[in-house]
């Protein structure tokens, strides 16, 4: 005996209706900004250095030029991209959790008033790696698919 299946009935109430509207956009919005989601990006140190994580109020004096050597007294070197990189404003507002233009006015204070200077700047990520690399000291950041043996990432407390 072959039972009968009730039919479905499609209710096509105005509020039904945008709610639907609704939820098929937030799908297509939702995949759009995952497409374009910000790479993530990481503090790379030379492969020397002791420490494997560091505190985000550490990295943020290091990279605001405040913190000047390393706990074991090693002078820290900090290397940057250009400020207009979109490197440098993802690392700046998502490690750092800072403004691209504040890290620029703290850097602008030390070296206004005598107390510091400007990180060094290099010209992409193959150099930025190249360079903390070989320098005892040295930190900066790149795409954490860029990362290579040669750098330690550093893990944020």
């Known amino acids: 005996m072959i039972e009968k299946l009730p039919a479905i009935k499609c209710v096509t109430s ?3 209706a945008l709610l639907l509207c609704l939820l098929a956009a937030a799908l297509v919005l939702g995949q759009a900004h995952a497409q374009s989601a910000e790479p993530t990006m990481v503090a ?59 890290l620029r006015m703290a850097w602008d204070r030390q070296v206004f008033s005598g107390q510091g200077q400007y990180p060094e700047q290099v010209g992409s990520s193959e150099e ?10 040295a930190m900066g950041y790149v795409r954490a698919s860029e990362v290579n043996q040669n750098v330690r990432v550093l893990k944020i407390r």
């Open 14 to 16: 105005p509020g039904r």
């Open 44 to 102: 790379i140190a030379h492969p020397a250095t002791s420490d494997e994580a560091i505190p985000r109020a550490s990295l943020r004096a290091i990279f605001g030029m405040l913190l000047q050597r390393w706990p074991g007294n090693t002078p820290v070197k900090v290397f940057v991209l250009k400020d207009d990189a979109p490197e440098h404003g993802t690392f700046s507002k998502s490690v750092l959790q800072v403004f691209p233009h504040q």
């Open 128 to 137: 930025m790696l190249s360079r903390v690399a070989s320098t005892p000291g």
